[in-house]
């Protein structure tokens, strides 16, 4: 067994030990006098007693300052670490602590301290008082977000004691598979015999119930591997807010949201107070009932004032567990979408306008987006004036040809952020097109081409992949197949940066885009009515509109009320037009980072943000805003821990030894854990040497004495 | 009581100062629970000294004219129906001779009066209840250089000189016992009672040698050991240094760390005193200086007995 010490420096109040030496040096200088009738007896007594007071005096010294010394060793946490346990003294031995650094371990314990510090000094008591044959490595078992696998190293029992002493715990999972390949590759590199693995963790259910080691790299069976279970502390997670997420009729400020989340309750009350915080201030409250043991959803119905990003936040009483009694959720609230459409070729009738099919088909009770869309319609010819600012996007159906103005608006527009929608027909000019917005279309336009009756074209290829028709792929409903195309645009050969959505059978495109500038041009060749084909009395027709619209707009991907997980990446993705350009992110914390788009593939870029907090990460991006919630991993909400066998299955193939430890980090059997802490017997010494102090220099009690003072009588 | 005696009276300024009421209370109850005890050799405290009378009864004898009818036994008579007088002998006066030690050792005040003050208040009480008794009473006082000597007397004024002597007395130098009781006891042509009030820090030898000298002269001895609580307990509790009151003698020492010690020395002390006043066939008896004075009366009153 060998002396460790978790605290060292403490064993600087031995020097306290001068203390009683001063004390014991200058308390002879402070005497009385007192003339005495009986000097000659005392001189007797004295010489009688001189051995006696010598002696008296030196034990008093030694144990005044053996007292002190055992208080400074007190204070220094000394423990007994015993290597021979597994290693033999004096040989080289390699150890690997694997540390469950993930948000379970935040869990208070009876003492109100976070489990953490319990594990933390349990990994310093290993290595306290190893000598200098032995080496260390520290393995985070929830590794920090983007640090790569290989990044522990070996360190002597100093370098491990501050390698422990910047371990924290965060806000993640614990991914043993990682940790223990690690450690492994660690311990090949070592090359001694004498190697071991100790895991300390929790072993929450939460965390560690859905890990598998199917297959680790550089697996030895010969390494013994000890799991330390920080348990038995009475830390329960009382209730948690185990998901958040949003849903509504409409995006739009002061239309009814319904905030969803679900509270799981692993205590025993069956009543919970639940609380909606909106932008910091209380909205709601009610009291829930959520059955001990089971999981519920807990719906708030909100009415966001203004639009723009609101912060949610759905919270419990707080309890031993503190990450998951709040859950947060970034709420975007729209303006409604303006859209303006031009019909080139007003009919007679309503039925006969080129825009009827478009206008009914973008009417908000038929929309399966949650965003209204207000459509203004305009023509026949191309605006000429500028585009009202919060137009989302303009159409034009079958406009003859836009004029010079006309294009240079439209390509202003563009360029600035709009969409186009261009739907073919048969009054377009080809000609005209090609001269007035050749560069906005994403291919020249050379002609317009019917087909004979009994021969329409149909729609051949589809790329589900694109985001408008994504929802199209087979085997789900609707089928662009059965549409009959009459009369269409003939292009030639696209831009580089056009992209084609769907395709006749011949091969010809049908939807084709391509972004300009900060905005998207989606050329459709054929009619938005009746005039060119029938789709528009296809099933497919409205939502293709409404995709079409909503894609163009922005609008189409989920907005930012879903939550994230922390750990998780936040990503953002642009246009390849977008080179160059960076987004802006805040932390909780409030730290900024610009994060610089980078090409995925062609055509297209992304930015990513690591999420290490707990928090809202405000992000903008050329002129637009928003916020993510990140959030705890609901999986660690489930503190129970898992019996001996559910490790064993967990952890195959290795093959762990599981010791139970206490809160405090002392091992409920000493023999096992090879480390013991001695605070209890240095205590008991101390107190042990401090009675005796209190009978060495205290008075000699003699009960008889006493018994023969009472009443005071002097003996004749 | 006898109105021809008055109560000892201190030094100017210091009225009554050796006759503290309390203690004089005590010691009048004293008075009167030895009284029994004395009344069959003496006239008692209290009657035979109003009547100024100093006989014992001996015997009864057959009436005869010319006696006094007083002295008839009335009580004899109703049995008897015959008269007898009753014929008394004169009680014999005691001689005592009071040493009390002034020495500096004797100056030693603890928590209460000094040990001479004590002794000068035993001796006045005792010489005041001796005259009470008509007994010849007398004083040597040993202090620095020769001791002075009060003869004794039985006459009642006699207290004031007595008292007047022990008030000019002041504690000083040391003391030698065996010298001054062998030079007083060559004065000493009667034999009497001889009551030695000390500290007894004196070297026991010589004073053996002194209380032999006394008892081989016949005389009868009380030894009357005064100690102050302080020497006898050594209460103090830090370092400190004691100086000697009677020597050039020095200490510093934690008297808690020999306090054992010094009780067994003491205890040791007090064993040899009281062993060699017994061989010198003295009555002993220790006084601690916070006790009551009476009974160091009532000792007096049971060697009167004796």
């Known amino acids: 067994?060998?002396?460790?010490?978790?605290?060292?420096?403490?064993?600087?109040?031995?020097?306290?030990?001068?203390?009683?030496?001063?004390?014991?040096?200058?308390?002879?200088?402070?005497?009385?006098?007192?003339?005495?009738?009986?000097?000659?007896?005392?001189?007797?007594?004295?010489?009688?007693?001189?051995?006696?007071?010598?002696?008296?005096?030196?034990?008093?010294?030694?144990?005044?300052?053996?007292?002190?010394?055992?208080?400074?060793?007190?204070?220094?946490?000394?423990?007994?670490?015993?290597?021979?346990?597994?290693?033999?003294?004096?040989?080289?031995?390699?150890?690997?602590?694997?540390?469950?650094?993930?948000?379970?371990?935040?869990?208070?314990?009876?003492?109100?301290?976070?489990?953490?510090?319990?594990?933390?000094?349990?990994?310093?008591?290993?290595?306290?008082?190893?000598?200098?044959?032995?080496?260390?490595?520290?393995?985070?078992?929830?590794?920090?977000?983007?640090?790569?696998?290989?990044?522990?190293?070996?360190?002597?029992?100093?370098?491990?004691?501050?390698?422990?002493?910047?371990?924290?715990?965060?806000?993640?999972?614990?991914?043993?598979?990682?940790?223990?390949?690690?450690?492994?590759?660690?311990?090949?590199?070592?090359?001694?015999?004498?190697?071991?693995?100790?895991?300390?963790?929790?072993?929450?259910?939460?965390?560690?119930?859905?890990?598998?080691?199917?297959?680790?790299?550089?697996?030895?069976?010969?390494?013994?591997?000890?799991?330390?279970?920080?348990?038995?502390?009475?830390?329960?997670?009382?209730?948690?807010?185990?998901?958040?997420?949003?849903?509504?009729?409409?995006?739009?400020?002061?239309?009814?949201?319904?905030?969803?989340?679900?509270?799981?309750?692993?205590?025993?009350?069956?009543?919970?107070?639940?609380?909606?915080?909106?932008?910091?201030?209380?909205?709601?409250?009610?009291?829930?009932?959520?059955?001990?043991?089971?999981?519920?959803?807990?719906?708030?119905?909100?009415?966001?004032?203004?639009?723009?990003?609101?912060?949610?936040?759905?919270?419990?009483?707080?309890?031993?567990?503190?990450?998951?009694?709040?859950?947060?959720?970034?709420?975007?609230?729209?303006?409604?979408?303006?859209?303006?459409?031009?019909?080139?070729?007003?009919?007679?009738?309503?039925?006969?306008?080129?825009?009827?099919?478009?206008?009914?088909?973008?009417?908000?009770?038929?929309?399966?987006?949650?965003?209204?869309?207000?459509?203004?319609?305009?023509?026949?010819?191309?605006?000429?004036?500028?585009?009202?600012?919060?137009?989302?996007?303009?159409?034009?159906?079958?406009?003859?040809?836009?004029?010079?103005?006309?294009?240079?608006?439209?390509?202003?527009?563009?360029?600035?952020?709009?969409?186009?929608?261009?739907?073919?027909?048969?009054?377009?000019?080809?000609?005209?097109?090609?001269?007035?917005?050749?560069?906005?279309?994403?291919?020249?336009?050379?002609?317009?081409?019917?087909?004979?009756?009994?021969?329409?074209?149909?729609?051949?290829?589809?790329?589900?992949?694109?985001?408008?028709?994504?929802?199209?792929?087979?085997?789900?409903?609707?089928?662009?197949?059965t549409a009959s195309f009459t009369l269409r645009a003939r292009l030639d050969r696209p831009t580089p940066a056009a992209r084609v959505l769907a395709r006749f059978e011949d091969g010809a495109p049908w939807l084709i885009e391509h972004r300009v500038g900060r905005g998207r041009v989606l050329f459709v060749a054929s009619t938005a009515d009746l005039e060119g084909n029938d789709l528009a009395t296809r099933p497919v027709f409205v939502p293709l509109i409404q995709r079409l619209v909503l894609w163009l707009a922005g609008s189409l991907e989920e907005a930012a009320d879903v939550e994230h997980i922390a750990g998780e990446q936040l990503e953002f993705a642009a246009g390849a037009e977008l080179a160059g350009t960076g987004v802006t992110v805040e932390t909780p914390g409030g730290a900024r980072r610009e994060l610089e788009f980078r090409a995925l593939d062609a055509g297209s870029l992304a930015a990513t943000a690591e999420t290490g907090e707990i928090g809202f990460y405000r992000w903008s991006h050329q002129g637009r805003a928003g916020v993510a919630a990140v959030n705890v991993p609901a999986a660690e909400s489930d503190l129970s821990p898992l019996g001996a066998d559910e490790i064993a299955e967990r952890l195959r193939p290795v093959r762990a030894e599981l010791v139970e430890v206490t809160p405090s980090g002392a091992a409920s059997d000493p023999a096992q854990l090879g480390v013991r802490s001695l605070t209890r017997p240095l205590l008991l010494a101390l107190l042990a040497v401090l009675l005796l102090e209190t009978v060495i220099a205290g008075p000699r009690v003699r009960w008889r004495e006493l018994a023969r003072r009472r009443p005071p009588h002097p003996g004749n | 009581m006898d109105a021809s005696i008055s109560p000892p009276r201190g030094a100017p300024g210091r009225p009554g100062r050796y006759f503290d009421p309390v203690v004089l209370a005590g010691i009048s109850n004293l008075t009167l629970r030895a009284r029994h005890v004395v009344e069959g050799l003496m006239a008692g405290l209290h009657r035979s000294s109003l009547r100024g009378l100093s006989v014992e009864f001996s015997e009864h004898r057959p009436y005869s004219p010319g006696d006094e009818l007083r002295r008839i036994d009335w009580k004899l008579f109703s049995r008897q129906d015959r008269y007898f007088v009753k014929e008394y002998e004169a009680e014999t006066n005691l001689r005592a001779y009071l040493f009390v030690d002034a020495s500096a050792s004797m100056g030693y005040a603890g928590a209460g009066i000094s040990k001479y003050d004590y002794a000068a208040t035993l001796a006045a009480s005792l010489a005041y209840l001796m005259l009470l008794q008509r007994d010849a009473v007398g004083l040597v006082v040993m202090g620095a250089g020769a001791p002075r000597v009060i003869p004794a007397r039985s006459q009642p004024h006699h207290l004031h000189a007595i008292i007047a002597e022990l008030e000019a007395a002041r504690p000083a130098g040391a003391t030698d016992v065996r010298a001054a009781l062998a030079e007083v006891a060559g004065g000493l042509h009667r034999r009497g009672l001889c009551i030695l009030i000390s500290d007894l820090l004196d070297d026991p030898q010589g004073l053996e040698q002194g209380l032999r000298h006394l008892h081989h002269r016949r005389h009868d001895l009380m030894v009357l050991h005064l100690a102050d609580r302080d020497e006898l307990e050594l209460p103090f509790q830090k370092l400190t240094l004691f100086r000697d009151l009677e020597g050039a003698l020095e200490l510093t020492t934690d008297p808690r760390e020999i306090r054992r010690e010094y009780r067994a020395a003491m205890n040791e002390h007090l064993a040899t005193v009281r062993a060699l006043c017994r061989r010198s066939g003295a009555d002993y008896d220790l006084f601690v200086t916070d006790q009551p004075l009476d009974r160091g009366l009532v000792r007096y009153l049971a060697r009167r007995e004796g």
Request: aromatic share 6%.
């Open chain 1, 1 to 481: 067994m060998a002396l460790g010490l978790l605290a060292p420096l403490n064993l600087l109040a031995a020097l306290a030990v001068a203390v009683p030496v001063a004390i014991h040096l200058l308390q002879r200088k402070r005497e009385a006098t007192v003339d005495f009738p009986a000097v000659r007896f005392l001189l007797l007594a004295q010489r009688r007693s001189s051995r006696r007071v010598r002696v008296r005096r030196l034990l008093l010294l030694l144990v005044r300052c053996l007292a002190l010394l055992l208080f400074a060793l007190l204070l220094a946490r000394p423990v007994l670490q015993a290597p021979g346990a597994i290693f033999r003294e004096g040989e080289p031995g390699f150890t690997v602590v694997i540390l469950d650094t993930s948000l379970s371990m935040t869990a208070l314990a009876a003492d109100a301290r976070p489990r953490f510090e319990g594990a933390r000094d349990l990994a310093r008591a290993i290595a306290s008082g190893a000598g200098g044959e032995q080496r260390f490595a520290l393995v985070e078992a929830a590794p920090r977000p983007g640090t790569s696998a290989a990044t522990s190293r070996w360190f002597d029992a100093a370098g491990f004691a501050g390698a422990v002493a910047a371990a924290s715990a965060r806000p993640a999972v614990v991914e043993p598979a990682r940790a223990f390949a690690e450690a492994y590759r660690l311990l090949r590199d070592s090359g001694v015999a004498q190697r071991r693995i100790v895991v300390i963790s929790d072993l929450a259910r939460g965390g560690w119930d859905r890990v598998s080691l199917d297959e680790l790299p550089l697996f030895d069976a010969a390494v013994p591997v000890r799991v330390l279970r920080l348990g038995g502390d009475g830390a329960r997670n009382r209730a948690g807010v185990v998901r958040v997420g949003a849903r509504g009729e409409s995006r739009v400020a002061g239309e009814p949201r319904v905030v969803r989340a679900e509270i799981a309750n692993n205590g025993p009350e069956a009543v919970l107070p639940v609380e909606l915080w909106l932008d910091g201030k209380l909205a709601a409250s009610r009291l829930e009932t959520v059955p001990p043991g089971t999981s519920a959803a807990v719906e708030f119905t909100l009415r966001p004032p203004t639009a723009g990003a609101q912060l949610v936040e759905v919270r419990l009483p707080a309890d031993r567990y503190p990450a998951d009694d709040r859950r947060l959720l970034g709420l975007e609230v729209a303006p409604p979408l303006s859209v303006l459409a031009i019909d080139g070729e007003p009919g007679a009738s309503l039925t006969q306008s080129e825009t009827f099919f478009l206008q009914e088909a973008l009417r908000s009770e038929r929309l399966a987006a949650t965003l209204p869309i207000r459509v203004t319609v305009g023509g026949p010819e191309a605006p000429a004036a500028p585009i009202a600012d919060g137009t989302a996007v303009v159409v034009l159906a079958n406009v003859r040809a836009p004029g010079e103005k006309a294009a240079a608006v439209l390509t202003e527009y563009v360029a600035a952020g709009g969409s186009l929608l261009v739907f073919w027909g048969g009054s377009c000019d080809a000609e005209a097109w090609r001269l007035a917005l050749s560069g906005l279309l994403p291919a020249r336009v050379s002609a317009s081409e019917t087909a004979p009756p009994d021969r329409p074209w149909r729609v051949g290829e589809v790329d589900y992949t694109s985001p408008p028709l994504a929802i199209f792929r087979p085997p789900a409903s609707g089928t662009f197949a």
